[in-house]
């Protein structure tokens, strides 16, 4: 698998944007700023954007509570995203979403969803709707290690293998659900995809901090869905840098455990050994793209603080669709 130079800095542009976005947030947040949940997708981007760069915009995703993410490398607009975490009238959602609800149906991003394991039974729904227009189109689901326990998933997986429609199961394994070790609640901890094989779907699975690796991975799997093979799911081993939620103290971590993760399991860090040490990009090439990534976070913040709050006589606004 081979990447161009174009394919190569878009990629670490967008992971570096997660990266920057998520580190900014956990800044912001302290201000008070900011309203309601949030939790931060920092350390699991090679997961999202290696997955959703070989996505096109008709393909579907539904995301989990820890959305920001896969929002960005769905291609969500970041200066929207922004004001809708502020609670802005210019957000993506016009301010009613906040964190863990951001939706922009126009680039393929069905949704953040609140709920555990929410999200697969609408991905299923996506990749039928896919099916029956026959363009080859796919349905996404993004879940971690916790929704693996739920029964919407169980559910989800068996209904796409009985329908035999293009839906994809990425489980993200950043081995702790909520605040409860995956060794300790997932029964099937060392190989969740084994749940999916038990299914009858077929499996795949990868270092989740190695961008190329998921790559390659999900390049093997999309395939195989694309051709009309049926559902399919990878498992990715990665890390979460910060706590479930902000202001989680993480006391349930071991000790140096997040120091060690950081250092050893960086994506990004490893992304920039790949690619300077085969002399595809430069040092300098990359930090380019850092000024770039900052300078747009900057931007964002400061729109997003400059932009109006919602109307409240808009309230009841977007709650009933009209079908007329």
């Given at each position: 698998m081979q990447l161009n130079r174009d394919e190569l800095l878009g990629a670490y542009r967008r992971m570096k944007t997660i990266r920057e976005f998520e580190e900014r947030l956990h800044e912001e947040i302290k201000t008070g700023e900011i309203g309601g949940f949030t939790h931060l997708y920092a350390g699991q981007e090679a997961v999202a954007v290696g997955i959703c760069d070989q996505l096109t915009v008709d393909d579907k995703i539904v995301?989990?509570?820890?959305?920001?993410?896969?929002?960005?490398?769905?291609?969500?607009?970041?200066?929207?995203?922004?004001?809708?975490?502020?609670?802005?009238?210019?957000?993506?959602?016009?301010?009613?979403?906040?964190?863990?609800?951001?939706?922009?149906?126009?680039?393929?991003?069905?949704?953040?969803?609140?709920?555990?394991?929410?999200?697969?039974?609408?991905?299923v729904g996506a990749a039928i709707a896919a099916r029956i227009d026959g363009k080859g189109r796919v349905g996404v689901t993004f879940s971690g290690d916790g929704a693996c326990n739920q029964g919407t998933t169980f559910e989800a997986m068996n209904l796409a293998v009985v329908t035999k429609v293009p839906a994809i199961f990425v489980f993200e394994n950043n081995h702790y659900s909520e605040h409860t070790g995956d060794a300790y609640a997932v029964g099937t901890s060392k190989d969740i995809a084994s749940r999916a094989e038990g299914f009858g779907m077929k499996a795949w699975r990868a270092n989740g901090c190695d961008f190329f690796e998921t790559y390659a991975a999900f390049t093997e799997l999309l395939e195989y869905v694309r051709a009309g093979n049926g559902p399919a799911a990878i498992e990715l081993d990665t890390e979460r840098y910060y706590g479930h939620f902000e202001g989680d103290p993480q006391r349930y971590r071991g000790k140096g455990e997040l120091d060690r993760i950081r250092a050893e399991r960086d994506c990004l860090r490893a992304f920039r050994a790949r690619v300077t040490g085969a002399a595809l990009l430069t040092d300098e090439d990359l930090d380019a793209v850092d000024a770039e990534v900052l300078a747009l976070i900057e931007e964002a913040v400061a729109e997003a603080r400059a932009d109006e709050q919602p109307d409240p006589a808009t309230v009841a606004d977007d709650v009933y669709v009209e079908y007329y």
């Open positions: 995301s989990t509570h820890r959305g920001h993410g896969h929002c960005i490398a769905k291609g969500c607009d970041v200066k929207g995203m922004m004001k809708e975490i502020y609670g802005r009238a210019g957000g993506l959602c016009k301010g009613r979403a906040g964190s863990m609800h951001i939706a922009d149906l126009d680039v393929g991003m069905l949704g953040a969803n609140g709920i555990v394991g929410g999200g697969a039974p609408q991905a």
